[in-house]
């Protein structure tokens, strides 16, 4: 009787000892700022213009562009980032994203033209150039993403002092583009910040963290942007675009928790945080 009440004692034992989860609550913030290198894939515009009785409703086919602008930039000209590791190991975040990425209609290429110019059809092939009156920008694509974000830790050094992270992220959200466009030497009216559509992207990212709180990183982002109702004169604009960034930035990456291994000095004589004892020590059963 005796041998089988100190077994269950033990096993329960074992039970409690099972989960490193009763530690303490883990988590860590980063921010970011940085720049970001755009290209575009050639896409095609489609614009809607006119009153009741003269309608324009055409297309520009194929268009190339640049990350250039042929007005101010307005708005902020750095990418923003805002992230929370949530998870017991700090391999998951959400990350706030905003990428301010300049979209402008290469000058001085030849593009298609179809559809209809007021009431007429047309099909023809024009001079994108602003000298006879033909551009469109984007001063501020302004994708808006709520990203989830995986670690994965590559490397560390001994005092952690040094520590290299490979990141994926994946997300989604509103694009709030500011236009300055002309047609035919007929500038946009009141060209302002607007709610026009929705984007989505894939990156994949290196950061390298110093003294446990300083980083840089480096990434590739690959987004897909679908606008629509963007303005221009006595008209909008839609097209989607496929958008590649090659984004550098820099940050702070700092703990909100107490005791928090990735900040803290290792102490080689003890056993790492997350390390407790599955099982129970032997007991003496007299035997």
Not at 45 to 50: D, L, T
Not at 273 to 285: A, F, G
């Amino acid at each position: 009787m005796l041998f089988l009440c100190l077994s269950v004692l033990a096993a329960g034992k074992a039970t409690a000892q099972v989960s490193s989860f009763d530690e303490e609550r883990r988590g860590s913030v980063y921010v970011a700022i940085g720049s970001n290198t755009p290209t575009f894939k050639a896409s095609t515009i489609n614009v809607e213009q006119g009153n009741a009785g003269v309608v324009s409703s055409y297309s520009w086919d194929k268009v190339a562009a640049d990350n250039q602008t042929t007005s101010k930039a307005t708005g902020l000209a750095f990418n923003l980032k805002v992230g929370y590791f949530f998870d017991y190991n700090q391999t998951w975040a959400v990350e706030l994203s905003y990428e301010p990425v300049k979209y402008h209609v290469t000058d001085g290429q030849k593009v298609k033209m179809s559809g209809t110019w007021e009431n007429n059809p047309i099909d023809t092939t024009i001079t994108f150039s602003s000298a006879n009156g033909y551009f469109y920008n984007l001063d501020g694509s302004n994708l808006l993403s709520l990203n989830v974000v995986k670690r994965f830790q590559l490397l560390q050094d001994k005092k952690h002092l040094v520590r290299l992270d490979a990141l994926a992220k994946g997300g989604g959200g509103p694009v709030m583009p500011h236009t300055f466009n002309s047609i035919v030497n007929k500038v946009a009216e009141h060209p302002s910040f607007q709610f026009g559509g929705w984007n989505a992207g894939l990156e994949a990212a290196l950061r390298l963290t110093l003294m446990r709180y300083v980083f840089v990183e480096g990434g590739y982002k690959y987004s897909w942007a679908s606008y629509s109702d963007v303005s221009v004169y006595n008209g909008t604009a839609s097209q989607k675009l496929t958008i590649s960034q090659v984004i550098i930035s820099a940050g702070i990456h700092f703990p909100t928790t107490k005791r928090n291994p990735l900040f803290t000095k290792p102490d080689n004589k003890k056993p790492p945080l997350t390390i407790k004892p599955i099982y129970p020590e032997p007991l003496d059963n007299g035997m």
